[in-house]
């Protein structure tokens, strides 16, 4: 039976053709009619394509007949893809065997390629790498063979090459599958021990867990337990996912699916975790479980006061399928009432961002994200603090201190002075490296969190040309010397735009986000002055002028339409707008602070 | 075309849009008689040639006045041989003069410059030469543009690139102060935005869309505003042609307003002229008046000093000339 088994992701950069393969290989296994295909499939995939990032993951499981007569059940386990997600990706992948890892031919290996081989390495997993787009001009599948046989150390031949886009060689892709990848091994006899990688809400069924049987068998009726909590459910359904989840009498070691156990949240099924039975259970959990908690936090306005209703409803939405999101109620005097939100790190910010504005129509300012700081003030309370609304008097602070993280940062060597500039800049300590393959270095080094989420990893993928990839875990919290910076827009404080910074930096930021918003703050009919204060010091100044001229020179009988648009246009950006004092600030220079000028 | 249109009399036509003198005799010829067959001319009407320095010289201009053209509008843009050359023009300035010499020679009762400044490279004493010499050519009407840099033009890649010297903004006003002592000294009166006329020589064809009344339009890109409804057609000349031959209409886009975007729209046109927008005439066709539609922005807008009113009529000032998209903005 498990011979007949095998489990594995794709890992790939963005765009080099993940959901193309997947489709293909998916209408080569017979697992739905063309016109099925058309209808359902394709919709699905368009959603996601229109998303942008996928958070959650879609699984499969495809029936394929090899050239040896046997029909093999393949379980393609979808991967997010990104270092936030990173620990949800490594769950997904210790629930495979093998995986591929997709190359474009034209672009070659890249940094999130690099970064999820490392998770598939660390997971054992045996990897057949597949160079796609070969059917492109600017195709090089030649330098890209050797990039994967010197830089990456894996064996050239097992190389498969495709085109996804026009088919070819992806049946080669199917039967090496069969062929090189390993079978799941595990006892079914064992109790019952299911690694939960993946979990989604379904409005009428409530949460659908994805999971991998290591070991045992579990069906309808059984009582569950999960491992890390000890909560017990009873299962209503397991199955298979096929075009839809596709019910059956039980799932065994080796296997991937589904269950159903009438789990209201989520958060409550927490990947990672081991599924077990009540009545026989293991002895151990799986090894490998951690709770994820939120790092970075910012606050949500809602630029309409009366989109306030409907961002607690969207938020309560998200939740119900991304436990990893986390939020309370908060105001400000410039935007009015939002939320705290806590998030994994700063893209999954982005994409809950984007969501919010794209699925939910909701358009949002967010605040400077921040980390959750502590602070031991001179009566000797402690107090975590992660809002600059919050920071307590200087005066009656004792002492400061921010977390640390531990960095792994992978880049090939030539990039190694650049790399170790960028940490020093960011106060990194105890830097270190060596050589995991020749021509690679793997460079740690102890980062304050709060230097990582300020656009580090954007600045990294840059001075390396994208080569660089990155991980972290959360070290301990350090000593250190904080002050409020403050951004006062024609005399008034924006209180969005206050950040907590270190001091050695504070001038340097401030400055910073005085040019961001005067590039980002239309002129208006007066002088507007943009100044960073720390307490009552002015620290750093900027002006907008003011805008004198602003007339359409043309306007024709041809051109009235048009004109007309652009200036309603125009007019419903003004109204994204935030008015402070009598400035009015968009959305895009409460977002301009978040980042860097790009040097 | 509605049988309605097919009803009216023309009172003005405007035959432009890329350059129509590079239509021969024949064919303008051709299609002022079939305007005359199918519609007829008012007895003053105003008939409008656009046309460019280099297709003027070697024309017979009294044979285009014997065709009723009585209103020439000419496309010099510069009297300064390097910014010609910049803008893609094929004239020169002694060209350039010389078309307004023969022109004005052909006993063509009106005639209008479209001049630019703002462009690249321009300075305010190479605009006060250049606008001095289209004055002293005599035309009854100017048309005088900022350069606006269009998405998708050459002059917009070159811009974005930082290839592109434009004056500043501090240029570009003392340009326009340049404009007005010029034309003020010349006995010229700015009734729009970026028009100005001799006493009762205004474009009384341009005056209709700018009070934001009906037209008809036809060619390719052509648009019209009849009954209510805007009609573009199609851009492409190539496909404008097709369409026409096998019986098709080329039409590409409709639009109707409601009454309060109609009013709306015909108060930013209206605002564009320095007579501005009479409260009385907006009564008669949409029978509300500007405080009906709008509320707090009048007052702003008048606080600011871009807007005031007089008697019956709304009008930008002149601060609020120059700033006429911020008023704009708010009343759209």
Known sequence: ?599 | MTPAALRRTLSTLFIGGGTPTVLDDLLLHQILTACADVFGFADDAEITLESNPESLVERDLDELRRYGVNRLSIGVQSFNTEELALLGRVHDAHQAERAVQVARRSGIDTISLDMMYGLPGQTTASWRDSLSRAIECSPEHLSIYQLSIDDKTPFFRLHRRGELHLPDEDQILAMDDITMELCTLAGFEQYEVSNFRQPGCGCRHNLVYWRNEEYLGCGAAAVSYLNGERCGRIADPRSYCELIEAGTSPVFSRERLDRQASFRETVIMGLRLNEGISDDRLDQRFGCRLQDIYGAELDTLSADGLLYRDGVRWRLTTRGRKLANVVMRELV
């Open chain 1, 1 to 599: 039976m498990m011979n007949h088994i095998r489990n594995f992701s794709i890992i790939a950069h963005i765009d080099h053709g993940k959901s193309t393969l997947a489709d293909r290989m998916i209408q080569l296994c017979d697992l739905v009619t063309a016109r099925e295909f058309k209808d359902q499939l394709l919709d699905t995939m368009d959603i996601e394509r229109e998303r942008g990032i996928t958070i959650k993951s879609q699984t499969i499981c495809l029936p394929y007949t090899a050239r040896d007569g046997n029909t093999y059940a393949l379980n393609l386990v979808d991967t997010p893809g990104h270092v936030d997600f990173s620990y949800e990706v490594s769950r997904a992948l210790a629930s495979c065997e093998g995986a591929l890892l997709l190359v474009d031919a034209a672009q070659g290996v890249e940094a999130q390629t690099l970064a999820n081989l490392y998770l598939a390495m660390e997971n054992d997993l045996v990897v057949i790498p597949v160079i796609n787009k070969i059917d492109l001009p600017s195709a090089e599948p030649e330098r890209v063979t050797f990039q994967i046989e010197e830089d990456l150390g894996l064996e050239a031949d097992l190389i498969q090459m495709c085109s996804a886009k026009n088919g070819t060689g992806v049946a080669e892709i199917l039967e090496a599958i069969v062929t090189h990848l390993p079978p799941p091994k595990g006892s079914i006899d064992a109790p019952l021990q299911a690694r939960i990688f993946d979990a989604t809400y379904d409005s009428y069924r409530g949460t659908v867990i994805s999971c991998r049987i290591i070991n045992g068998s579990v069906k309808q009726g059984d009582q569950i337990v999960l491992m890390s909590t000890g909560a017990s459910h009873r299962v209503e359904e397991v199955g298979l996912f096929r075009l839809r989840k596709e019910p059956c009498k039980q799932l065994s070691a080796g296997e991937v699916g589904y269950i159903l156990a009438g789990i209201k949240s989520v958060g409550d099924a927490k990947p990672g975790d081991t599924i077990t039975l009540r009545d026989r259970p293991c002895a151990v959990p799986l090894a490998g479980f951690r709770e994820v908690l939120p790092v970075v936090f910012s606050s949500l306005y809602p630029i309409a006061a009366d989109d306030y209703e409907d961002l607690v409803a969207a938020l309560e939405k998200l939740q119900l399928n991304d436990a990893a999101l986390s939020f309370q109620k908060d105001s400000s005097a410039a935007l009015g009432f939002g939320f705290r939100c806590g998030f994994l790190g700063l893209l999954h910010l982005e994409v809950v961002q984007e969501r919010l504005e794209r699925e939910f129509d909701i358009s949002l300012i967010l605040t400077v994200p921040s980390v959750r700081y502590r602070f031991t003030l001179t009566d000797q309370t402690e107090i975590m603090v992660d809002n600059p609304a919050h920071f307590p008097d200087p005066s009656k602070i004792a002492r400061t201190e921010e977390p640390y993280i531990k960095a792994s940062i992978l880049i090939p060597e030539r990039y190694m002075g650049a790399v170790m500039n960028l940490c020093m800049e960011r106060r990194g300590e105890n830097t270190n490296y060596h050589y995991p393959t020749p021509g690679r270095i793997e460079f740690t080094c102890e980062l304050p969190l709060g230097e990582v989420i300020y656009d580090f990893y954007d600045r990294l993928k840059s001075i390396t040309q994208g080569y660089g990839s990155f991980d972290y875990e959360l070290l301990d919290y350090r000593s250190s010397d904080l002050v409020k910076l403050d951004i006062l827009v024609n005399g008034e404080v924006v209180d969005a735009l206050s950040q907590l910074v270190h001091r050695s930096n504070a001038r340097e930021r401030g400055l910073s986000a005085c040019e961001q918003l005067k590039e980002e703050i239309p002129r208006q009919m007066f002088k507007i002055a943009i100044q960073a204060a720390i307490g009552t010091t002015i620290i750093a100044r900027t002006n907008v002028s003011a805008l004198r001229k602003d007339v359409t020179a043309k306007c024709y009988g041809g051109d009235i339409t048009r004109k007309r648009k652009l200036l309603e246009k125009q007019k419903a950006g003004k109204k994204r707008m935030k008015t402070v004092g009598n400035v009015e600030i968009p959305q895009s220079a409460f977002l301009s602070v978040l980042k860097r000028d790009a040097d």
